[in-house]
C-alpha cells in the first residue's frame, strides 16, 4: 500500500447485472471487498447494484465518483453482447473506447492470433486514458480509469484482480472490530446498549437482532479506529449483560 | 394482487446497515425480494446498501422514491440506539415522529403494560401520516407511508410482513425466465448469442460466466414478459450449441 495515513478512505461499489435483482444469482463480491478493503484500510461506504442498462450504470459511476475516494465495479467485461460495463464507464467519463495495445497484445500472445477472436478482441477495448489491471487468471484484463476501477464479476477473477491493485490504492485506517453475542431480546438490553454507546462515542455500536429456534438474541458488534476503545466498549458490555443475567457467546477476537 | 396489468411495475430496495456494509454479514433479504416481487408482476430495478447514517438514508430513500412504483427498505426498526430507519423516513418525507396509537396499543397489550418498556415503545413510533404493516411473528409492525415500505431486516419477519401486503401492491407483468448452462467458454460462444439477441428484441439473454475444477462456463439466462418469447430463444440457443459441439445442461423450466 502506498500513502497510509490516519484518515478515512472511503469506497463503494457498483454491482452490474440484472442476475443479481432478478434474485436468481447471489452477490458474492460485495462481502469479500468489504472485508478486504477494511483490511487495507478503506471502508466501503455504499453499494449500488443496477441493471445492464447504460444510463443506470453512468448514473451511478457518476453519483459515486465524486462522493468517495474509489469506486470499484463488479460484472460486465466480459466478451458477450451484455457486457457493457466498459462502454457505460467511457460515457460517464466523456471518453471514447480505444482498443488497449498492450491489452491486445497480451492476449494475442496469449490465445494464438488464430484463436484471438473478435469476442476476445472486445475484451481488449478499455475508455481512453484508462490503465490495465492485470488479471493472472483469465488474462483479460480489468481497467482503472481515475478513481474507478472496473473488475471481472467471477469472484475468483475479481479476487486476483483486487491484489494486482493493492499497491496502488491510498490507505488510511482500519476499523478494528470485536463482537459478542447476547441471548436476550434486543427490547432488554436496548436501554443499557444506549448508556454504553453513549459514554463511548468514539466506538460504533450495532445490534443485529436475530431469532433461532423461537429464542431471541442480538450480536452485538463494536467498531473503531481506536483499537483500545474497542476493547474497553466490548467489556463494559460484557460487564452489564453478567451484571443483568444476560447469557452472552461468542466474544470474538479483536481484528 | 390489486389492479394487475400488463405494465411494468418497478421497485427499488435500500438494504440499511452498517453490517452489510463491513462484510460482516452477508444480505439474505435482496434475493428473496426480487423472486417475491417478480411473482407478483413487480420488477426490482435497483438496490442501495447505505450505512446507519441519516443522510444517507434520506439520500436514498428520497432518490428512489421519486424514480420507482415502490421503495423497500430492510432493517433498522428495531428498539435499539443504531435502529434509526424511522426517524430517517420521517426527515425524507419532511414529517415529524408520532407514536400510533395501534400499534401502541397492539404491543401494550401483547407484552402486557409492566413489559412494554421504553425501548419497546420506541417500536410504536411511525412517521406521521403512516400505516402499519402487520407482523404476525414478534408484533413490532412494518410501516408504509406513501410508496416507501420499511420492513423489519430479519428475514423471517421481512418475509412475514411482505405477505402482509400483498393486496396493496399495485401489479404489472411478470418477468417469464428461463436458463440454461453452455460449457464452453464465453468467447466462443459469444457471436452466435449476440445474433440470437438480435433476433429475439423482445426478450433479454444474459451471459453469466464460470470456472468450475478449470472449465469454463455460463449459464444462459433469457427474460421476457412473454411466454412464447423466452422458449423460442432459449430453443434458439439449444439449437445453437448443437450445431456447434457445445455441450449444455440444466435446461430450466420456464417460471
Redesign the interface.
Known sequence: MTAASNQDVSASLVII???????????AN??????WL?EAGI??????????VEA?IVGAVNALRAKYDYVFTTGGI??????ITVDSIAAAFGVPVIVHPEAYAQMEAYFGAENF????Q??ARVPEGAELIPNP??IAPGIRIENVFIMA??P?IMQAMLEGIRGVLRTGRK?W?Q?LTIHAP??????G??AI?EAHAET????????REGR?G?QI?V?SPEEGAVTAAITEIAQFCAREGFETSGLSALE
Not at 78 to 83: I, L, S, W, Y
Request: hydrophobic share 35%.
Open positions: 447485472g440484472d442476475e443479481i435483482l432478478s434474485g436468481r444469482t447471489k452477490d460485495l462481502s469479500y471487498l468489504a472485508l477494511n471502508q466501503l461506504h455504499e453499494v449500488r447494484v443496477v441493471p445492464d443506470e466480459g466478451p458477450t453482447h451484455d457486457d477472436t473478435p469476442a476476445r472486445r475484451m487468471v483469465s464479476g467471477v475468483k476499523v472490530t463482537a434486543e427490547s432488554k438490553i436496548a436501554g446498549l444506549g454507546q460504533s455500536i450495532g445490534s443485529y437482532p436475530f431469532s431471541y442480538a458488534v467498531r
